[in-house]
């Protein structure tokens, strides 16, 4: 277990904090509360937490330009305006199963669009993954139980995701110019016999996969061959997801949630819901914007 400076970077408790995001041009990170349907912002350099209520389950954003964000919900992908903050429903995903929300989701490199679906009971294989791209859906993978981990290496020549429950990370081929996948997944982590549970990802230039271990109070990171190369303490038991941040995305970002826990649990557990930064070098990238016609 190595030592880095953790601090924290916003100290708004979110019940299931996810989907962290950060936009370079404005310097601002932006995060979900999914149960509570909430979009939080904050600028790296401070200030004040912006709340958004969205009036449903969101879990994913992604930046289609200056002026328009796209985010994942219950019913689909919604086209934000950024100034104003409205919602218009672009693309229903799942939208007539009152079962399913979104979950983790990531752009690939060529602008398209991954999207995770799970049962907001964790039921068992409710879930599915979609590629999107320029108004066209795809279902890619079905019978997901807790769809996470979805990232790209830099060239979008393979795609990385897991279901949660497995606790198999999953590694495939995927064409660079489209992203969708090529050959048949196959395992690039064994997690079934370590403590706690993959959830969101993000993946480095120098293609290392940094992993937010729910359960296990910990950021792994994985080299290209699947190797445990660093395990980075977290002051929180349910880290979710992380994701560079800073100019030079340098940095880490990661949020957290108290999801599941009782009273007792969560006194033991003070921090669990916030927003944390990570100070330890990461060779880390911008995330792509997402074409949406």
């Known amino acids: 277990m190595s030592e880095a400076k953790v601090s924290v970077f916003s100290?708004?408790?979110?019940?299931l904090g996810e989907g962290?995001?950060?936009d370079p041009a404005t310097d601002t990170l932006y995060w979900f509360d999914i149960v509570n349907g909430q979009l939080l912002e904050k600028r790296l350099s401070g200030g004040a937490v912006k709340i958004h209520e969205l009036g449903q389950m969101a879990s994913a954003i992604?930046?289609?330009?200056?002026?328009?964000?796209?985010?994942?919900?219950?019913?689909?992908?919604?086209?934000?305006?950024?100034?104003?903050g409205k919602m218009t429903l672009h693309t229903a995903i799942e939208a007539d199963n009152p079962v399913t929300r979104s979950n983790d989701s990531r752009v690939h490199p060529c602008g398209a669009f991954w999207i995770g679906?799970?049962?907001?009971?964790?039921?068992?294989?409710?879930?599915s993954i979609y590629w999107f791209s320029r108004g066209e859906l795809r279902r890619l993978y079905s019978d997901i139980t807790v769809s996470n981990s979805i990232c790209f290496s830099e060239d979008g020549a393979v795609a990385y995701y897991?279901?949660?429950?497995?606790?198999l990370l999953m590694r495939v081929g995927c064409d660079p110019a489209t992203g969708l996948p090529s050959g048949e997944p196959k395992i690039f982590v064994d997690h079934r016999k370590a403590k706690g549970y993959i959830d969101g990802s993000v993946l480095d230039r120098d293609g290392v996969l940094w992993n937010a271990c729910w359960?296990?109070?910990?950021?792994?990171?994985?080299?290209?061959?699947?190797?445990?190369?660093?395990?980075?303490?977290?002051?929180?038991?349910?880290?979710?997801?992380?994701?560079?941040?800073?100019?030079?995305a340098d940095r880490l970002a990661v949020t957290s949630a108290w999801s599941g826990k009782d009273e007792k649990q969560r006194l033991l557990d003070p921090q669990a819901g916030m927003t944390f930064l990570l100070d330890?070098?990461?060779?880390?990238?911008?995330?792509?914007r997402v074409l949406i016609a």
Request: with cysteine; hydrophobic share 30%.
């Open 215 to 248: 359960g296990g109070s910990v950021i792994e990171a994985y080299g290209p061959d699947g190797k445990l190369i660093r395990s980075v303490a977290m002051p929180v038991t349910q880290p979710s997801c992380p994701a560079f941040v800073g100019r030079n």
């Open 20 to 22: 962290p995001s950060y």
């Open 117 to 127: 679906t799970m049962g907001k009971g964790e039921e068992k294989a409710a879930g």
């Open 11 to 15: 100290d708004h408790v979110c019940q």
């Open 62 to 84: 992604a930046i289609i330009d200056d002026s328009r964000q796209l985010i994942a919900t219950e019913t689909g992908l919604h086209v934000r305006d950024v100034a104003t």
């Open 280 to 288: 330890i070098p990461v060779n880390g990238r911008f995330e792509p």
């Open 162 to 167: 897991t279901d949660t429950s497995t606790g």
